[in-house]
């Protein structure tokens, strides 16, 4: 299991863009947010036990070395983006490949009986 040792806070400027902070430590995080809990119940192991803040969304994993926090502004709007976003659509085998395949099983199963 890899050590977590980056805190990344990703939060909305006043323009509208992301703004990540990456910290070595969680110290500058527990100094200016208050926490309310510790994460108990993440499937991540290594993110268990760090503190639940009020105010953010997290701790998520991000990587193999980094713990993730985000502001709820920042939650919702990438939830949404990720809620719209298509899968790449998956190509069907023509009618012809798969007449061939079915055939091949046929000769097959014909040979061994």
């Known amino acids: 299991m890899a050590k977590k040792d980056t805190f990344r806070v990703v939060a909305r400027g006043s323009d509208g863009s992301l703004q990540i ?57 990438l939830t949404k983006e990720w809620g719209v976003t298509k899968p790449k659509k998956r190509r069907r085998r023509t009618t012809a490949a798969a007449d061939a395949e079915n055939q091949d099983s046929e000769n097959s199963e014909q040979q061994v009986a």
């Open 21 to 77: 902070r990456d910290y070595l430590t969680i110290d500058p995080l527990t100094e200016s947010h208050e926490q309310i809990g510790i994460d108990d119940c993440s499937t991540d192991l290594a993110l268990r036990g760090l503190p639940v803040f009020r105010g953010l969304i997290g701790p998520m994993p991000e990587g193999k070395n980094i713990v993730r926090y985000e502001t709820p502004e920042v939650f919702e709007m």
